[in-house]
Structure formats: C-alpha cells, structure tokens
C-alpha cells in the first residue's frame, strides 16, 4: 500500500495522525504528509482516508 496527500488540499487538522500516527505525520508548514511505506493497518488507513474533513488523502494497494 501507499498513501498519499494532497499538500494543496489539507488543511491541517491532524486526524490522519491521530487516527494512523504510523502512516501520517505534521510536517513544518502544519499540513500532513504521509510515511511510506505506512504503518498502519488497511483498516487504520481507511479510517484516515474516510473522516479527513477535506478528502485530501488517497490509498493505493
């Protein structure tokens, strides 16, 4: 798997790092960025990807 964000997108609020903290990290500009490969579980991901608020999170298998 991999994810990815879209930086344009995000608006920094940190769920996917609170819900897949292997998969996501803040970086400096306070937006997500992803860790590839994740770490997280498929389920973790989907969870990430389903509650951001501005759906700047894909998933490739």
Known sequence: MKTKVDKEKCIGCATCTILAPASFKMD??????????????????????????????????
Do not use: M, R, Y
């Open 28 to 61: 400096e500009d306070g937006k997500a960025v992803e860790i590839n490969p994740p770490g997280d579980s498929k389920e973790a991901l989907n969870d990430a990807h389903d509650n951001c608020p501005v759906q700047c999170i894909s998933i490739e298998e």
